[in-house]
């Protein structure tokens, strides 16, 4: 069964940075996009950067120039770098991995991602 398996989240400080890894179960199993989405509490889960085969990073635009995503093709993982933090980045951060029709589509657990002073 393929997981997708986050580390890296916690409490950092304002201009701060973490980084975030997820890596796939199955490391035989490759998808067509790799991302990361966050949800603040009562707010929807909103895409925050994401990289498919072949294709360029796309950002939302309150995370460009702040945060750089990656993806290791060979360990089968996607890392997110985050610098610069804001307390407006706080929230939940999710791994996800998507087919190219969409018709597989897995989550990590999640991982708490706290901004403060």
């Known amino acids: 069964q393929v997981q997708l398996v986050e580390s890296g989240g916690g409490l950092v400080q304002p201009g701060g940075s973490l980084r975030l890894s997820c890596t796939v179960s199955?490391?035989?199993?490759?998808?067509?996009?790799m991302g990361w989405y966050r949800q603040a509490p009562g707010k929807q889960r909103d895409l925050v950067a994401r990289?498919?085969?072949?294709?360029?990073?796309d950002y939302t635009d309150s995370v460009k120039g702040r945060f750089t995503i990656s993806r290791d093709r060979a360990k089968n993982t996607v890392s997110l770098q985050m610098n610069n933090l804001k307390p407006e980045d706080t929230a939940v951060y999710y791994c996800?991995?998507?087919?190219?029709?969409?018709?597989?589509?897995?989550w990590g657990q999640g991982t708490q991602v706290t901004v403060s002073s």
């Open positions: 990289v498919t085969t072949g294709g360029q990073p």
């Open positions: 199955v490391s035989s199993f490759s998808f067509y996009s």
């Open positions: 996800n991995g998507r087919s190219a029709s969409g018709a597989l589509n897995y």
